[in-house]
């Protein structure tokens, strides 16, 4: 390698080593930026020098410094057009070292290049806009998926989290009542054992869907656990929530569904917002009051007080309020 390496990245000269016969055998940056084809074409000995020919090269004196030819220099590619440049022409054992600054001409090529490499940039850069896109939408689908519980389409226990806390802040300023109902399915692991997980997996959908059918488009209705559901009332006092689960209770009990041949029934425990509760202690005494509920014969719900004694099983009247409002 006769060029440098310091002088393979100039731009401004271009630096050539040529054969005997006058073809490009090494180059530097700078002739790149006056012959695009070089790269291609000069293993090939694709482009050669035409001015000045070999003749008048070989017959010049050489110099001092090794110098035989100042002025201007023609190169030729095979492929197509030649360029000009200014420079001069050293002797190198058997060949020859061409050096030259870049002109005005070679920058207009070089801008040539500059604008196809701001295309090629543009063409990236919209490709990137595109998988970002493709890629926030992924992501956002999988956000949802996480929002949601798969097996029954209700809100997961993270959308559920998120929303109570967002409830007791709303609480916390307005002073509005708050409701939370949890319910868990009695009896349920008989279901898996005597007729299979498949058909366990369809009740607890129908599940989903009576419980989604008992609530306001403002309520919110989770799978709290395996067996376990939600349903966050907001604006609802205590008595329109004991209604709430009263009538889903009642909805379940009344439902017959093949190959089953007992209805299903749930335990509730209704819990109001206490202030300065927090979402855990929310949870906490909604989740004692169903303990109860299933502790005092399931199939039932009941009201959850500040402590387990003021717990309190709801026994419910003729219900006449049958499509009346949460309130």
């Given at each position: ?76 590619a095979a492929s197509e057009g030649w360029v000009a440049l200014s420079g001069s022409i050293y002797r190198t054992g058997s060949g020859w ?112 869907t009576v419980i989604t059918r008992s609530v306001r488009t403002t309520d919110l209705a989770a799978r709290y656990g395996g067996l376990e ?77 500040v402590i387990s004694e003021c717990d309190q099983l709801y026994q419910a009247a003729v219900m006449s309020t049958e499509g009346s409002d949460?309130?």
């Amino acid at each position: 390698m006769l060029i440098p390496p310091w002088a393979m990245a100039l731009h401004a000269i271009a630096i050539a080593v040529l054969d005997e016969d006058s073809r490009v055998v090494e180059f530097n940056q700078g002739f790149l930026s006056v012959t695009a084809e070089a790269k291609a074409e000069a293993e090939g000995a694709g482009v050669r020098l035409t001015k000045p020919d070999r003749v008048v090269l070989s017959q010049a004196e050489v110099g001092v410094d090794g110098k035989v030819y100042t002025g201007a220099i023609v190169l030729a590619a095979a492929s197509e057009g030649w360029v000009a440049l200014s420079g001069s022409i050293y002797r190198t054992g058997s060949g020859w070292l061409l050096e030259a600054e870049v002109g005005v001409s070679a920058y207009s090529q070089l801008n040539g290049v500059i604008e196809r490499l701001g295309r090629e940039m543009e063409d990236t850069e919209r490709t990137l806009a595109r998988r970002n896109q493709a890629l926030q939408k992924a992501l956002e689908e999988v956000e949802a998926l996480k929002r949601q519980d798969t097996l029954t389409g209700l809100a997961s226990r993270r959308s559920l989290d998120d929303r109570i806390t967002e409830e007791i802040g709303r609480w916390e300023r307005y002073r509005r009542p708050l409701g939370l109902i949890l319910m868990e399915m009695d009896d349920f692991g008989g279901v898996n054992e005597n007729y299979g997980r498949e058909v366990g997996d369809e009740l607890l959908h129908h599940v989903a869907t009576v419980i989604t059918r008992s609530v306001r488009t403002t309520d919110l209705a989770a799978r709290y656990g395996g067996l376990e559901f939600a349903m966050l009332l907001p604006e609802t006092n205590e008595m329109g929530a004991l209604i709430v689960a009263e009538r889903l209770r009642m909805d379940l009990e009344g439902q017959f569904i093949l190959p089953m041949t007992r209805p299903l029934t749930a335990s509730f425990g209704v819990a109001m917002l206490l202030p300065g509760e927090g979402r855990q202690d929310l949870y906490a005494r909604a989740g004692r009051a169903v303990g109860h509920a299933q502790k005092n014969g399931r199939n039932c719900v009941t009201m959850a007080g500040v402590i387990s004694e003021c717990d309190q099983l709801y026994q419910a009247a003729v219900m006449s309020t049958e499509g009346s409002d949460n309130v």
